[in-house]
């Protein structure tokens, strides 16, 4: 079958075999649209650079509406981090305006270290359930305290993720997730342990020779939002927003105490 990978594959190879090429589809198709409601999300939360030389950093970037959004906003470097060099590329063309703005592929856990000083970041932003492609728990905690370390004094870290925790049973496992003429999209979650979920990725697609069926399997954490947020106080920084919005997704802040 088309773009069936197997059973469960890691995060990377879900991305590279299937998610990618439908990506920016899955977020309306227009990366610009999404971009501009992500600065009135940062504005609401009162983000913003505070000089022409800070610098921001985005964890699983994808096509990068939040990595545009954080360069229109006026941050003088934004780097936007991806697995996949696919949507790498295709936020390269999206912000050919937009001198700020960088890619890094690489994993989200070690781009800080690699890429960054510590306290020399002004902003990092991990999106739309990046945070939970994580492996485990304690990479979340690791990643919260290089964010940490990263972070200039009074610096921000943004997440926004969904709480996995409260399980779906029989047909409700099943979500639709966008359609039209040519695409059909539809996951359906597996509780696997008390600590992640399986999310299967299906895609119909139409071709000259009928539908044809992209799969493929990942796991995702389980990340209570509240013990999350005790996460991110133990890491070193402190949380100054923490509520869910009204697309299901939770939105936590928190400030760097260098």
Not at 102 to 119: F, I, N, Q, S, W
């Amino acid at each position: 079958m088309p773009g069936d990978l197997g059973g469960t594959v890691d995060v990377a190879a879900h991305y590279r075999g299937l998610l990618a090429s439908h990506y920016s589809w899955m977020l309306g198709g227009d990366i610009e649209r999404v971009a501009a409601q992500d600065r009135q999300l940062f504005e609401k939360l009162e983000l913003g650079a505070t000089s022409v030389s800070g610098t921001a950093v985005d964890l699983g970037c994808g096509p990068g509406p939040q990595t545009l959004a954080l360069a229109d906003m006026g941050f003088g470097t934004v780097v936007g981090v991806d697995t996949s060099r696919e949507l790498l590329d295709e936020l390269a063309d999206l912000a050919h305006a937009r001198p700020a703005v960088r890619t890094h592929h690489g994993d989200l856990l070690d781009a800080l270290p690699e890429m960054t000083t510590p306290g020399s970041v002004d902003v990092v932003v991990c999106m739309r359930d990046t945070l939970l492609h994580l492996p485990e728990p304690d990479a979340v905690d690791l990643l919260l305290t290089r964010v940490a370390s990263a972070l200039v004094a009074g610096g921000t870290l943004v997440l926004t993720y969904r709480d996995l925790t409260q399980q779906l049973a029989g047909t409700d496992r099943f979500l639709p997730v966008r359609s039209d003429d040519e695409r059909i999209m539809l996951c359906a979650l597996d509780y696997d342990s008390p600590e992640t979920v399986t999310v299967n990725d299906l895609v119909h697609v139409r071709t000259g020779e009928g539908w044809q069926l992209h799969k493929s399997s990942y796991p995702k954490l389980r990340l209570a939002p509240e013990k999350l947020a005790q996460r991110i106080e133990t890491a070193g920084l402190t949380v100054t927003h923490h509520a869910p919005e009204s697309n299901g997704m939770w939105t936590t802040v928190a400030s760097s105490r260098q």
